[in-house]
């Protein structure tokens, strides 16, 4: 749905952005990761048709963002950052502000207001000056105004930024709705643990160029091809270790300073299904097992070099 | 949570489609008649007003310091006029006097209100939607720049307007002594509502070329009190002037107010009161909005065929109010010479172009589809610092002979005996001349420092420095090499002020004089100067065209270097069915060795990089 083609991008006599590509699929929720300054909002702006790559080409819905951005412009909706609402209108006055700006017909304006207020569940504060609204209900604002005109595409930048626990799984329940209503969906967050349970592939970015991109699962797999698990036994006998090294596709045990053992294999799940098996059939007694999680903070912090350009 | 759509049964997502129709896409149906789309063009503004004008008004009017701000005002004119009133009416001036006297107080007072207010309160009008963090959410509603200035421009007129308006019925204590007629008084608001809006602009342009709004309150407040200073100081020169043309009374600087009023049934009233404020009015209006619409849009848009229709007209409209004045002078030599300095005073004119068309990137905006060939006929003086420059040199050459080319038909059309080819003629020919030739330096000056510098403000404080310079220079070095060089100015001109580019114009003032020595040294010296300038005007002009050429070379090689890279890829560019993974090893790649010349992104325009 958005393709971002070797794009690269200077301002000033400084690179912001280094031959960046990726391609975030239709129907994705896509999480955009990368430490402060690494050309997030940069790339993010180039999406949203405010900013022109310099070298490159940013496509969406196979539409390119610099030959017809207004084109673009009708089938995406963007929240920044940091954004701003007027707070002296109330919450139905800033929706219909922006309904009619985007030039959707008095006729079917309302009836779209009230779909939008109620997808975004701002129906009860219809009548609240802005002014008045908590920064949750705000960020929900600001959402369904980039929802008015329908878009295929919507851009988050940070959506879930300086919002209480409670506002955040709202938020997040109300992105996954987006998603089943069709919606490509790409979020930049600093949260990780939220993106990783969220989105379904991700692209870091640092130092304005990919470092890595695709499914969770998939990168982790790349960075580290062994995988590892947690086991916890019922009074292991002696050699465990010895024995459990001898179960299928396991390349090595240690054990743990708390009594466990620490098995790392080959494979994915059905060479764990083996190593299992081979225990039980073993007589081993087991309690507890943890297979190692390809997390986002675990991938991000492997990938990434935590350096600033 | 509930779903504004429904999934299609069998699946677990909706179609796009069905979410469209959710969210109220326009529903395909008859195509109106043609007199049916101009009734809902004439009816939408009232059914369906500007959304811009409808969210400032209510921002405005739930502001609690513009309501404050709305009594005060009232009440403190009302006051003052009430207060003036009582003085005059104890005094020893007849009532009617004392009514016209008021009346003057009344719309002084306001005018000083509207030019102390107006301009630093639309000076926030585009700086807070960039402050508030909300002007990008209104670029990317699909506005057009236009569309947002002008609700803007609607919204700020009608909040000061309605101060305006609260204060209308304090002029009736003028009525109390009489002196004044209700067409004076409609006269006198016409002129508040043309100086409103023309304050407003002025202020809206300010705010969308300016980041802050503090800068731009005060940048609009300082500029706008000595401009409405001078304006008045102007109004009342030519108040004086009326007075002995028209035999009226002039008692104050709305004195036209009453001219007006008395002199209705007379064309010259309509042609000076009517049409020259309206062009005086209009023009700077029309430009500020023009200018604040190329503020507002992102850079890679074409921002200067606005200004450019906008130059087109003011070009005419200066033609036409230059030929006005031999008309109403008795004589043909008062003709003559008025022809000549204003011609000469209306050449600012073809600078101003200059400056205000200077402000190009080098590539024009990327071409949305393909254009058909009169849009190919008009792409030659297109957008872009090449096409500009050359509608801008076609414009101050067509402006430089026809100003000084209709005051001189209206001068003989006025006084038809007058041979042809007489001093004021050949004045006029040196003032064409001599001004297209150094104002297209000018302006191909202003151009070049633009692409050089890519900063348009720097471009045009550096060329009228230059220029300035030389002039200053000029005037210097003439007085040091001749001490008496500058007293003889008014009959003779020293070579090197005649080099200058003031020279054209010391030249134009000898020539006119009909009993002057040495025309054709003066002649001689002007196409010298000509002559030089063209020059340096074509060969700044070739400049500019040599380095857009290599800029649009350095686009077309980054095009083909895309898709070569885009070709030389594994993967076809389709979507594909699942991510894609790619880690990278080390950052040895893809160091950007690119040539660096995108088209127009908002922070560096994407002009070639150093």
């Known amino acids: 749905m958005i393709r971002v083609q070797h794009v690269s991008h200077w301002f000033g006599p400084m690179q912001v952005l280094r031959d960046v590509s990726m391609d975030v699929p239709r129907g994705e929720i896509f999480g955009f990761i990368g430490p402060n300054g690494a050309g997030k909002t940069t790339t993010i702006r180039m999406m949203a048709t405010l900013l022109e790559p310099d070298d490159g080409r940013v496509l969406v819905d196979g539409i390119d963002v610099v030959e017809a951005p207004s084109e673009v412009r009708k089938i995406l909706g963007f929240m920044p950052d940091s954004f701003g609402v007027y707070d002296r209108i109330t919450v139905e006055e800033y929706l219909d502000f922006f309904a009619a700006a985007h030039a959707i017909p008095l006729s079917q304006r309302k009836k779209t207001i009230d779909a939008v207020m109620e997808l975004t569940e701002l129906g009860t504060l219809r009548d609240r000056l802005v002014a008045a609204m908590s920064k949750g209900m705000k960020q929900r604002l600001a959402i369904a105004r980039t929802l008015l005109h329908d878009p295929k595409v919507l851009i988050l930048d940070e959506p879930a930024n300086g919002l209480d626990p409670r506002a955040r799984i709202e938020m997040r329940a109300l992105i996954e709705e987006l998603q089943r209503l069709g919606k490509t969906i790409m979020l930049s967050s600093h949260i990780l643990t939220e993106l990783s349970d969220m989105c379904t592939s991700v692209a870091i970015l640092e130092k304005g160029k990919i470092v890595a991109s695709g499914s969770v699962d998939s990168i982790g797999r790349g960075l580290t091809p062994d995988r590892g698990a947690r086991m916890r036994l019922l009074a292991p006998p002696e050699g465990t270790e010895r024995l459990l090294g001898k179960a299928p596709s396991v390349i090595g045990v240690e054990r743990d300073p708390d009594g466990g053992y620490r098995v790392q294999y080959k494979g994915g799940d059905e060479a764990l299904a083996e190593i299992v098996t081979f225990a039980v059939h073993e007589g081993l007694r087991i309690v507890r097992l943890e297979p190692d999680q390809n997390d986002l903070e675990r991938i991000f912090l492997e990938v990434t070099k935590g350096e600033l350009q | 949570m509930s779903a504004a759509a429904s999934p299609e049964p069998g699946t677990d997502r909706p179609s796009l489609e069905r979410t469209s129709g959710a969210f109220g896409s326009t529903p395909p149906g008859k195509k109106p008649s043609p007199p049916s789309r101009l009734r809902e063009l004439l009816a939408r503004p009232l059914r369906d007003p500007s959304p811009i004008l409808l969210k400032e008004l209510r921002a405005t009017f739930r502001t609690p310091g513009f309501v404050r701000f709305l009594y005060l005002t009232t009440a403190l004119l009302g006051l003052a006029v009430v207060g003036g009133g009582a003085t005059l009416a104890s005094g020893n001036e007849a009532p009617a006097e004392a009514g016209r006297m008021v009346f003057q107080l009344f719309f002084s007072l306001l005018l000083a209100v509207i030019c102390l207010v107006a301009p630093g309160f639309a000076a926030t009008a585009i700086t807070s939607e960039r402050e508030a963090h909300t002007y990008e959410s209104l670029l990317l509603s699909g506005m ?64 969308a070329h300016v980041q802050t709004t503090r800068v731009a309150i005060v940048v609009s407040t300082f500029i706008a009190i000595p401009v409405a200073m001078i304006m008045v100081s102007m109004l009342t020169a030519m108040g004086e002037g009326a007075s002995s043309g028209w035999g009226i009374e002039v008692d104050g600087p709305f004195w036209f107010a009453h001219a007006f009023a008395n002199r209705s049934d007379q064309w010259d009233t309509w042609a000076f009161l009517g049409f020259l404020p309206l062009y005086t009015f209009g023009m700077p209006t029309w430009f500020f909005v023009a200018s604040a619409v190329a503020g507002v849009v992102p850079p890679s848009n074409d921002r200067s065929t606005a200004l450019k229709v906008w130059a087109v007209a003011a070009a005419i409209g200066g033609a036409i109010a230059v030929a006005l004045p031999p008309f109403f002078l008795t004589t043909p030599s008062d003709s003559g010479e008025s022809a000549v300095f204003i011609s000469l005073g209306a050449m600012a004119l073809v600078y101003f172009f200059g400056l205000v068309l200077c402000n190009e990137p080098p590539l024009p905006p990327v071409e949305r589809s393909k254009p058909g060939p009169i849009a190919r006929l008009f792409s030659i003086v297109g957008p872009g610092a090449s096409g500009t420059l ?86 210097i070095l003439a007085a040091a090499l001749d001490m008496s060089a500058l007293d003889r100015l008014d009959h003779q001109v020293s070579p090197l002020l005649a080099l200058s580019p003031i020279g054209p114009a010391f030249c134009a003032g000898i020539l006119s004089d009909a009993g ?95």
Not at chain 2, 164 to 187: D, E, R, W
Not at chain 2, 534 to 541: D, E, S
């Open chain 2, 144 to 207: 057009t720049g236009t569309r947002i200035v002008l609700g803007k421009l609607a919204a700020y007129v009608a909040s000061i307007g309605l101060v305006v308006t609260a204060a209308l019925p304090i002029v009736g204590v003028a009525f109390l002594f009489g002196g004044s007629s209700p067409l004076a008084v409609l006269t006198g608001f016409f002129w508040i509502a043309m100086v409103l809006v023309v304050t407003v602009s002025f202020g809206i342009a300010i705010s």
């Open chain 2, 390 to 475: 050359r509608f801008t040199l076609l414009l101050i050459v067509l402006t430089a002979f026809g100003i000084p080319g209709l005051a001189c038909l209206a001068h003989h059309v006025a006084y038809p005996h007058m041979a042809i080819g007489t001093s004021y003629d050949q004045a006029l020919l040196a003032v064409a001349i001599g001004q297209s030739a150094v104002a297209a330096c000018f302006a191909a000056l202003a151009t070049t420092l633009r692409l050089a510098l890519r900063n348009g403000g720097a471009a045009r404080a550096l060329s009228i420095a230059l220029f300035g310079g030389a002039i200053f220079a000029a005037l």
């Open chain 2, 516 to 610: 002057g020595a040495r025309q054709s040294e003066h002649w001689l010296m002007l196409l010298v100067g000509t002559v030089g300038y063209g020059f340096l005007a074509a060969a700044l002009w070739i400049g500019v065209e040599v380095r857009v050429a290599a800029a649009k070379r350095a686009v077309a090689e980054r095009k083909a270097r895309l898709e070569a890279k885009l070709a030389a890829m594994t993967r076809p560019a389709s979507v594909p069915e699942a991510p894609s993974v790619t880690v990278s090893e080390s950052e040895s790649q893809s160091e950007g060795t690119g040539t660096r010349t995108g088209k127009g992104g908002s922070d560096n325009e994407g002009e070639p990089q150093p």
